[in-house]
C-alpha cells in the first residue's frame, strides 16, 4: 500500500480501494522506510509505570510480610526502585 506525506510531513496512505481523492493537496508519494519514521512513536513509559508493572501483587506483598518479615518485604520493593529510579 503506498504512503504519502503531507506538506506538514503528516502520513497519509490509501485505502484499499486507492480513493486519492482524500489525500490532502500537496500530498508526495514516500518510500516504506520514510513512511516508517513518520509513524508516531508510542510514548516511553515512565518510572512509576515501570515500578508499578514491577511491584509483586498485594497478596504476594503480605505473603512476604507474613513468611519473611518487614526486611525481606522491605527488599523486595527496594529491589525494584533500584531497578527503575526516580527521575
Known amino acids: 500500500m503506498p504512503h504519502y506525506k503531507d506538506t506538514e510531513n503528516k502520513?497519509?496512505?490509501l485505502d484499499d480501494a486507492g480513493h486519492e481523492h482524500?489525500?490532502?493537496a500537496g500530498s508526495v508519494q514516500i518510500s516504506d522506510a520514510e513512511a516508517e519514521a513518520?509513524?508516531?512513536k508510542p510514548p516511553m513509559p515512565t518510572y512509576v509505570e515501570l515500578r508499578a508493572a514491577e511491584y509483586p501483587s498485594i497478596p504476594d506483598q503480605l505473603d512476604?510480610?507474613?513468611h519473611?518479615?518487614?526486611d525481606a518485604w522491605k527488599a523486595t520493593i527496594q529491589a525494584v526502585?533500584?531497578?527503575y529510579?526516580?527521575?
Open 81 to 83: 526502585k533500584d531497578k
Open 68 to 70: 519473611g518479615g518487614y
Open 22 to 24: 482524500f489525500l490532502p
Open 85 to 87: 529510579p526516580k527521575e
Open 11 to 13: 502520513l497519509h496512505w
Open 64 to 66: 512476604t510480610l507474613y
Open 38 to 40: 513518520l509513524r508516531p
